[in-house]
């Protein structure tokens, strides 16, 4: 491979205790501790920190950093449009849509004909409320893999959305309340929901706020609402949206008899749902499942892996196994706000 001699991916971009370090750049990719210069692929917490010096990053990234964090989030910060290459040290570094959330990117890094794309989080599959993902040939692929085992295969999301409007339907005096990651599955809910053919107003917990008003700025997601202006009664029959941490707290106390859903590919696996309580899991999640990293992988022409952010034996096996030199990547800190992690469930073993 022409690459090899005029360019070992490490010294392109090589994994240290602070993240993913470009030498040659000088910069960081979502770096977990705070750096001179970081590229941020999306605005989940465990990928966006504060503190940093300069930070590149989609405006939609820088946006949503701002929103959580307040206008001090970093030193600097400089908006990064898809497809546009920037020049970094002489590496050649641009922004690729990842179809995970708003904003969310890959990142190409490329010098003397080798290229490496961080994918951050990503999924293969239609999403109303981002820009879809785009596929990008490369020599090393670095993949996520909080999916990454066969069991995981998300289905068709509107199937999901149908199964909660059935129940709905059928207790029209019941409240539905839909635990949902606050950045990216809340709104992508909502919006799965009107696509479904539902008008009346739905009602949000006010985590969701920021978040979602930033969202429908952008997406139509019809008529939303704060349920704590709402009166319990015009609570009965209603959709509600909360954080998933919510689903256990007294918040729920204002709705009639709340039924409690899920939306996260975590749901999957049944002995999940139940041990948090949850009447109506609905598999729908922003992470590609085993197929979509699977296909990814292969169509990226690929000859190196390198796999984080979750399940990574079962995958690396996987590559292995079809003649390509895969590692896990080991990074530590990521999985902390999306569905990574469930809060109070344990994680999937991962070594
Ligand atoms: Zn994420
Ligand atoms: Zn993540």
Same mark, same amino acid.
């Given at each position: 491979?022409?690459?090899?001699?005029?360019?070992?991916?490490?010294?392109?971009?090589?994994?240290?205790?602070?993240?993913?370090?470009?030498?040659?750049?000088?910069?960081?990719?979502?770096?977990? =501790?705070?750096?001179?210069?970081?590229?941020?692929?999306?605005?989940?917490?465990?990928?966006?920190?504060?503190?940093?010096?300069?930070?590149?990053?989609?405006?939609?990234?820088?946006?949503?950093?701002?929103?959580?964090?307040?206008?001090?989030?970093?030193?600097?910060?400089?908006?990064?449009?898809?497809?546009?290459?920037?020049?970094?040290?002489?590496?050649?570094?641009?922004?690729?849509?990842?179809?995970?959330?708003?904003?969310?990117?890959?990142?190409?890094?490329?010098?003397?004909?080798?290229?490496?794309?961080?994918?951050?989080?990503?999924?293969?599959?239609?999403?109303?409320?981002?820009?879809?993902?785009?596929?990008?040939?490369?020599?090393?692929?670095?993949?996520?893999?909080?999916?990454?085992?066969?069991?995981?295969?998300?289905?068709?999301?509107?199937?999901?959305?149908?199964?909660?409007? =059935?129940?709905?339907?059928?207790?029209?005096?019941?409240?539905?309340?839909?635990?949902?990651?606050?950045?990216?599955?809340?709104?992508?809910?909502?919006?799965?929901?009107?696509?479904?053919?539902?008008?009346?107003?739905?009602?949000?917990?006010?985590?969701?706020?920021?978040?979602?008003?930033?969202?429908?700025?952008?997406?139509?997601?019809?008529?939303?609402?704060?349920?704590?202006?709402?009166?319990?009664?015009?609570?009965?029959?209603?959709?509600?949206?909360?954080?998933?941490?919510?689903?256990?707290?007294?918040?729920? =106390?204002?709705?009639?008899?709340?039924?409690?859903?899920?939306?996260?590919?975590?749901?999957?696996?049944?002995?999940?749902?139940?041990?948090?309580?949850?009447?109506?899991?609905?598999?729908?999640?922003?992470?590609?499942?085993?197929?979509?990293?699977?296909?990814?992988?292969?169509?990226?022409?690929?000859?190196?892996?390198?796999?984080?952010?979750?399940?990574?034996?079962?995958?690396?096996?996987?590559?292995?196994?079809?003649?390509?030199?895969?590692?896990?990547?080991?990074?530590?800190?990521?999985?902390?706000?999306?569905?990574?992690?469930?809060?109070?469930?344990?994680?999937?073993?991962?070594?």
């Amino acid at each position: 491979m022409a690459y090899l001699t005029a360019m070992r991916p490490h010294d392109l971009l090589v994994p240290t205790a602070a993240g993913l370090c470009c030498p040659p750049g000088g910069f960081h990719i979502d770096p977990l =501790r705070p750096v001179d210069k970081a590229l941020i692929t999306h605005g989940h917490s465990d990928h966006a920190r504060p503190g940093h010096g300069a930070v590149l990053a989609t405006q939609e990234t820088l946006d949503l950093m701002r929103l959580r964090y307040g206008d001090g989030f970093a030193r600097s910060t400089q908006a990064v449009r898809y497809g546009e290459t920037l020049s970094l040290g002489g590496v050649a570094v641009s922004f690729h849509p990842a179809g995970h959330v708003l904003g969310s990117a890959q990142i190409a890094v490329a010098r003397n004909g080798l290229r490496i794309v961080a994918s951050g989080d990503y999924k293969d599959v239609a999403d109303p409320t981002c820009a879809p993902f785009e596929l990008v040939r490369c020599e090393v692929f670095i993949t996520e893999a909080t999916f990454g085992l066969p069991v995981f295969r998300h289905g068709d999301p509107q199937h999901e959305i149908e199964k909660l409007l =059935r129940s709905v339907a059928l207790f029209p005096e019941r409240a539905h309340l839909v635990g949902a990651y606050s950045l990216g599955k809340a709104q992508r809910v909502i919006a799965l929901i009107r696509a479904a053919g539902y008008g009346k107003p739905i009602y949000l917990h006010g985590a969701l706020d920021a978040t979602t008003r930033y969202y429908a700025a952008r997406v139509d997601l019809g008529d939303l609402r704060a349920a704590r202006d709402a009166a319990k009664s015009e609570l009965a029959g209603a959709i509600a949206l909360c954080p998933p941490s919510a689903l256990k707290d007294l918040w729920t =106390r204002r709705f009639p008899e709340p039924v409690t859903a899920f939306a996260s590919g975590w749901m999957r696996v049944r002995a999940r749902a139940r041990q948090r309580g949850v009447e109506l899991p609905l598999v729908i999640s922003d992470h590609a499942d085993w197929d979509g990293l699977t296909a990814t992988i292969a169509a990226t022409g690929a000859a190196e892996i390198w796999v984080t952010h979750g399940a990574e034996d079962a995958l690396v096996h996987w590559c292995t196994a079809r003649g390509l030199a895969a590692r896990p990547l080991r990074l530590v800190g990521y999985g902390e706000e999306d569905e990574t992690s469930l809060e109070g469930a344990p994680q999937v073993e991962t070594t």
